[in-house]
């Protein structure tokens, strides 16, 4: 089965400065990448999926941006965050029928 | 938008059965039913999915009426460390996203 890491695992950032949240897969090659929020107490949010290297479809208009540089390897970024981006952030990998889910990273942001 | 109507919450005690209902009545042919769970503050957690036919595995068994339009997830002797937010997704088989709604909480009770 295949392995998610995200980190880091929790993260508080002021207003108005960068972010930068990195997930890598073990376990797997060429898989479906994901990026989900869950703002508290909601439902996940799918923010971002990839096919493949450098290919990156946006599923909500946003203040965030997402990268896959290598086969395993996800990025989501801001140049400058908002209170609203405050949320539980997921990564997920797919190559079958079955998501697998990293542990997340709580993004506060004040 | 999910394409899943799921009660908001529902309640269990410990040793009996626990039956999730779902309904997806506007679900395509190519379409399968996912089950994940979600435990506080990790990451969601694969249960089990079908197409048509009644599936089973080690964790629970997934119910699918004839016409597809519903489903019902069976933990057959829910434990406590069961409590979770349980989603029901329809998607579109390997490449399909998974479209997460507000899922049922489930509490299991001693």
């Known amino acids: 089965s295949q392995t998610i890491h995200q980190w880091p695992a929790t993260l508080v950032q002021p207003v108005g400065s960068p972010l930068s949240l990195e997930c890598t897969v073990e376990g797997t090659s060429n898989p479906n990448l994901y990026w989900y929020r869950q703002a508290a107490g909601r439902g996940l949010q799918l923010l971002f999926y990839?096919?493949?290297?450098?290919?990156i479809s946006s599923e909500v208009p946003q203040n965030l941006s997402a990268s896959r540089p290598q086969d395993r390897q996800f990025i989501l970024s801001s140049k400058k965050l908002l209170l609203s981006d405050s949320g539980f952030y997921l990564c997920a990998s797919r190559d079958s029928y079955e998501q697998y889910f990293g542990p997340g990273t709580r993004l506060t942001v004040t | 938008d999910a394409k899943t109507t799921q009660p908001t919450s529902m309640d269990c005690a410990e040793g009996r059965a626990a039956n999730l209902p779902c309904n997806h009545s506007t679900i395509s042919g190519n379409e399968y039913v996912y089950w994940y769970r979600q435990i506080h503050s990790q990451g969601p957690q694969y249960i089990i999915h079908?197409?048509?036919n009644n599936e089973t595995n080690e964790m629970a068994s997934l119910i699918i009426t004839e016409d597809r339009k519903s489903s019902t997830l069976i933990l057959p002797h829910a434990t406590l460390r069961d409590t979770a937010v349980y989603y029901c997704i329809v998607s579109g088989g390997s490449q399909g996203n998974l479209i997460f709604g507000k899922g049922t909480k489930l509490s299991v009770k001693p």
């Open positions: 990839s096919v493949g290297i450098g290919q």
């Open positions: 079908g197409l048509k």
